[in-house]
Every structure is written in C-alpha cells, then in structure tokens.
Nanobody
C-alpha cells in the first residue's frame, strides 16, 4: 500500500509563489511517475505537471513557464514550485503516484490565489 501526504497549500496574492510537497511512503519501487493535478469548483480534475523517475517532465500549457515540478527519489517526494500565480490557479491540488499500473492519490491541498 502507498500513502501520499501533501503540504504547502494556502492563500496567496496574485503574482505570488507557493511550493507544494508530496511525500510518498509504503511499498514503493524505484520506477514510478509522480504528478500534480488540480480541480477547481465545478470543473474536472486536470493534469498540471508530471515527472518520471528519470526526471522527464510534462506541463499543462496553462502553467508552462510559471510552475516547476521536481522530485527527490531518495525521499520519495515530489515538489511543485508555483510562481506568478493567477486567480485561475485557485483549486485543490492533488498529488498522484502511478506505480505498476495503479494510481495512488493524496488527500489534496487547497491553493487560493486572491487579493
């Protein structure tokens, strides 16, 4: 079983920055993909960014150039550095770990961008 614990959400003004963290524990093998998704009220959950164990990244067009995903394999942790935040970035952000064709999700952390 895999457990994911997210942290780092909160309230930030437009143009500000936040860093989200997601720590994984449990039966984790070395080859897995980690990703951040988000879901705004009334919207479907969408992929924000993903990173393979080798460090290959992928970003949604809406966050390219503003968000950076990274990971520390030794700590089984993935990070999402968010800069130049906009009100439309407001959502619950979820961490996902894909391992052996099974997806594991964190509980979500709220990010609110507002003045």
């Amino acid at each position: 079983q895999v457990q994911l614990v997210e942290s780092g959400g909160g309230l930030v003004q437009p143009g500000g920055s936040l860093r989200l963290s997601c720590a994984a524990s449990g039966s984790i093998f070395s080859i897995y993909v980690m990703a951040w998704y988000r879901q705004a009220p009334g919207e479907q959950r969408e992929l924000v960014a993903s990173i393979t164990n080798g460090g290959t990244t992928n970003y949604a067009d809406s966050v390219k150039g503003r968000f950076t995903i990274s990971r520390n394999n030794a700590k089984n942790t993935v990070y999402l550095q968010m800069s130049s935040l906009k009100p439309e970035d407001t959502a619950v952000y979820y961490c996902k770990l894909a391992l052996l064709k099974v997806d594991y999700w964190g509980q979500g952390t709220q990010v609110t961008v507002s003045s």
